[in-house]
């Protein structure tokens, strides 16, 4: 790979043309390959990346937080099969999207075609390094791939095998790229490449995803940070809506589609002691005052604080689940879409109306009914892979696949017409 991010751009911008011409064959047969090398190099990548864990602990990063940046075998299974479905998906490229004739004879179509040169800046997930690789490639675009500097021996040697893998499998290689010194000025550098970067994504914190937003020059798809909610209303079966709040909380607490507060309506406080119960020694429960009332007598180990109103507005990415009352729907509803990120949440009941109001009023990319927010995942949605989940409301929301990465062409094809 080249040296200097101005070397990696001009290289990424004429990968792409390149990359632009290829069929659906040709690039399903590099990403085979990259998958393949990736299978082969498993010591070699959980070798890299056993350093970056000692030295995240050595750091004291939050034990959630250093399960995002472990591999395993299980999680370069999952690497692996996720290239493969992203590889068995149909080309988004060059689908006729409309077609139309001219009064004048001028036919028109409208087709899809890659939107160019991506770059993603995220932070401590090696996953993200192969899913975002293989996506960008199947959709005919280059790709600037920015991790952070605690994951970055996890990130060369993932980069170095899917390079060698498209290579290998007549592919494109230097489609792919790392920006790889951990400098925070690359990050300025990209967020100013307007000549050579067609669009960007930020994934991780808020911190990270402001100073892109703030900062950048070209354009950006905002992947937001997941304050998300679960909502229990009377309705709903005790048990099964624990099981879900635990799934949502506990399966995996670092990640964006984890809840993060839990609103219970007055007359479903009864899911309190039973959640108290399942949740002790598991997770800290912040509550207000009528739901700490309604654990009663709280088991030996669980650990239980009075919520503020700092709680009602923070991701936490840990073991914590907020806890408030509130005696509606409606302010259910009004809590969420003041507090929430528009990314995913969740309405517990078995009430047909409140299911109906709470998809339609809440302003989320993802809206659940009787199920984990933690289903908010291109991988789960049948994706195979996903770039980010965007919270905005342009092309592109929720989780991001292949089409996120398309734009549109208009063919015109004439047969001699000006314009009077």
């Avoid at 064959?25 to 350093?51: G, H, M, T, V, Y």
């Avoid at 299980?74 to 692996?80: M, N, V, Y």
């Avoid at 997930?125 to 996506?135: E, G, M, Q």
């Avoid at 990319?365 to 991988?379: I, K």
């Amino acid at each position: 790979m080249a040296d200097s991010l101005d070397d990696i751009f001009i290289t990424l911008k004429k990968a792409q043309s390149e990359l632009a011409m290829q069929n659906r064959a040709a690039k399903d047969r590099a990403l085979a390959a990259a998958a393949a090398a990736i299978n082969r190099s498993r010591a070699a990548i959980l070798e890299a990346n056993s350093r970056d864990v000692e030295n995240a602990r050595k750091g004291g990063m939050k034990e959630s937080l250093v399960d995002r940046l472990l591999l395993n075998e299980k999680r370069i299974d999952s690497l692996i099969e996720g290239i493969n479905t992203v590889k068995e998906q149909e080309d988004p490229i060059g689908k006729t999207q409309a077609g139309w004739t001219l009064p004048n004879g001028l036919h028109v179509e409208r087709v899809t075609v890659p939107i160019g040169v991506a770059a993603i800046i995220y932070e401590s997930r090696p996953n993200v390094t192969a899913d975002c690789a293989a996506l960008a490639y199947k959709a005919g675009c280059s790709i600037l791939l920015r991790g952070s500097s605690t994951a970055l021996e996890s990130n060369r040697a993932l980069v170095r095998c899917i390079r060698e893998g498209i290579a290998e499998g007549g592919g494109i290689a230097d489609a792919v790229a790392l920006a790889e010194s951990g400098s925070r000025d690359e990050v300025d550098v990209i967020l100013n490449a307007r000549d050579y970067i067609d669009v960007v994504l930020p994934r991780g914190g808020h911190e990270l995803i402001r100073r892109v937003i703030e900062n950048a020059k070209v354009p950006v798809i905002e992947t937001g940070e997941g304050n998300c909610h679960i909502y229990v209303e009377p309705s709903a079966d005790i048990n099964n809506a624990v099981e879900i709040i635990l799934n949502a909380k506990l399966q995996k607490p670092g990640v964006c589609n984890a809840a993060e507060t839990l609103l219970v309506h007055k007359d479903a406080l009864a899911v309190m002691p039973v959640l108290a119960k399942k949740i002790a020694g598991k997770a800290e429960l912040r509550c207000d005052a009528a739901s700490k009332e309604a654990i009663g007598a709280p088991p030996a180990a669980l650990v239980l604080k009075d919520a503020t109103e700092k709680d009602w507005e923070t991701e936490f990415l840990d073991y914590i689940l907020a806890v408030k009352t509130v005696f509606s729907c409606d302010e259910a509803i009004a809590h969420i879409n003041r507090y929430g990120t528009k990314h995913s949440e969740a309405i517990l009941t078995n009430d047909l109306n409140s299911a109906e109001k709470f998809r339609c009023q809440i302003d989320a990319a993802c809206v659940y009914v009787n199920a984990s927010t933690r289903f908010t995942d291109g991988g789960e949605f049948g994706f195979g892979a996903e770039l980010g989940i965007s919270t905005q409301k342009f092309h592109a929301r929720g989780p991001m696949g292949l089409e996120a990465l398309t734009t549109i062409k208009y063919l015109v094809t004439g047969s001699g017409q000006i314009r009077p």
